[in-house]
């Protein structure tokens, strides 16, 4: 259930489930029924486009007013900004899946004049591929969408102009899935299964991680919590000087890469957070070179820029908007395409992160990202991250279901602290939120 669809894709499951009266009859029944469960009696006005998505908003208004609600439906093309205002409540069933250009300044200025908005499918300008607005999208308390989500539900800005999102079955075939075979998900736990730890596992077998540490070693540090809090048996800060750790289970070592990369247990690396950008560069090439499973972030990237071949042999990478910009260029419209095409480039699985993260392998398997609260955009989250995917390709997980996971679990821990957390309390928040995944 949690595949994504495009519009395009979606159009191609209407067209092998046939029946589009039946379809159309149940969408607009879903319609009603979420109105009728959440709202009082109102004054409804259907603003009703030219495709199946104005026939959806015309089959919620006849179940509206069997329900004895006061309803009329308006052709948005010829409907007056009075008509607007003059509603308590305006379902905007304009466009949907079928959006090919901008909306016009005179829908525009329709929707705008509404109180409050129930979007059909989508709110009408909100591109359904991308979440992009094109032209103009009006803010909707409520979207109602059949069959599967699509990505501009999920990906900003249209995940946060749908308002409240439902997903409704309209009785659309299962079947008709098999021939488009979606890539793309909301990340959920369905897409991944957490290492189990054995009876025999020994700190080595479940899985080593050594995090490159450079001047400021808190980056590094978070990342080194996190990956022991996230099951890695044995995590080494590989630092240039001695320090003073007072975590009593974090090795530190202060020999040469060279040296340590000599020690074959050795076979998963994060490099980047905190390292500086010249080390960081350098130090992802002799990773690459000796063949280790890398997880590149932060300065690593920076070192990268310009130069996403640079990355080539490393497992994961993590950049946010601003790194990958610099290594891969302007994101564009659809940040789910972007992630996509750094993937395949790099050949190295892809969180490119934000409040809706990312995720995508070099096959073109994508997942978006939505459990992520805002209050996690704060300092070392990151770093937190880096060091959660790197604990879960150690301890033997495909590299794209460890950067599904890691995201998930990162998002997770995030929300049962709340507001106010900080990047260093999230490692001890995991083990509770991996333990209600059984
Ligand atoms: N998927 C499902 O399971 C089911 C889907 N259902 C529903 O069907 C919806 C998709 O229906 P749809 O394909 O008819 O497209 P829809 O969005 O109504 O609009 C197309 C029309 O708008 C026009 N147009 C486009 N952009 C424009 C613009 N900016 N300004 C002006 N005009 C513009 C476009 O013109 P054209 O591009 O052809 O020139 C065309 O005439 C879907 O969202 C869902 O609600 C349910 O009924 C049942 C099951
Ligand atoms: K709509």
Known sequence: ????????????????????????????????????????????????????????????????????????????????????????????????????????PQIADLLRAAKRIVAVDVPSGVDGATGQVRGYAPQAELTITFFRKKPGHLLYPGRGLCG??????????????????????????????????EATSH????????????ELAGAARLACAAARRAGAGMVTLAATTPMVLPEAGLILRTDPLATLLQDARRHTWIVGPGLGVARAGDALAQLIAAGKTIVADADALTACTGAPEKLRGTAI??????????????????????ARRAAATTGTVTILKGADTVIAAPDGRAAINTNAPAYLATGGTGDVLAGLSAALLAQ???????????????????RSLGPGLLAEGLPAALPQVMAALG
């Not at 990340?187 to 299964?193: E, K």
């Not at 990478?317 to 972007?338: D, M, N």
């Not at 599904?404 to 995030?414: F, Y």
């Open 1 to 104: 259930m949690n595949e994504l669809l495009t519009p395009a894709e979606m159009a191609r499951a209407d067209a092998a489930a046939g029946n589009v009266a039946a379809l159309m009859d149940a969408a607009g029944r879903a319609v009603a029924r979420a109105i009728l469960q959440r709202y009082k009696p109102c004054s409804v006005l259907v603003l009703a486009g030219p495709g199946n998505n104005g026939g959806d908003g015309k089959v919620a208004a006849r179940y509206l007013a069997q329900a004895g609600w006061p309803v009329r439906v308006a052709d948005a093309f010829t409907a007056t900004i009075e008509q607007v205002q003059r509603a308590e409540l305006v379902i905007d069933a304009i466009f949907g899946a079928g959006l090919s250009r901008d909306v016009s």
């Open 164 to 197: 409240k999102l439902l997903l409704r079955d309209i009785g659309m075939p299962e079947r008709v899935l098999e021939d488009i075979a979606p890539q793309a998900w909301e990340n959920t736990p369905a897409l991944f299964t957490l290492p189990r730890y």
């Open 203 to 214: 700190k080595y077998s479940a899985g080593d991680v050594t995090v490159l540490c450079g």
């Open 317 to 338: 990478i993590t950049p946010h908007t601003g790194e990958f910009v610099r290594v891969f260029g302007e994101i564009g419209p659809s940040k789910l395409e972007a």
């Open 396 to 414: 033997g997980m495909p590299s794209f279901e460890a950067a599904c996971a890691a995201v998930w679990l990162h998002g997770e821990a995030a």
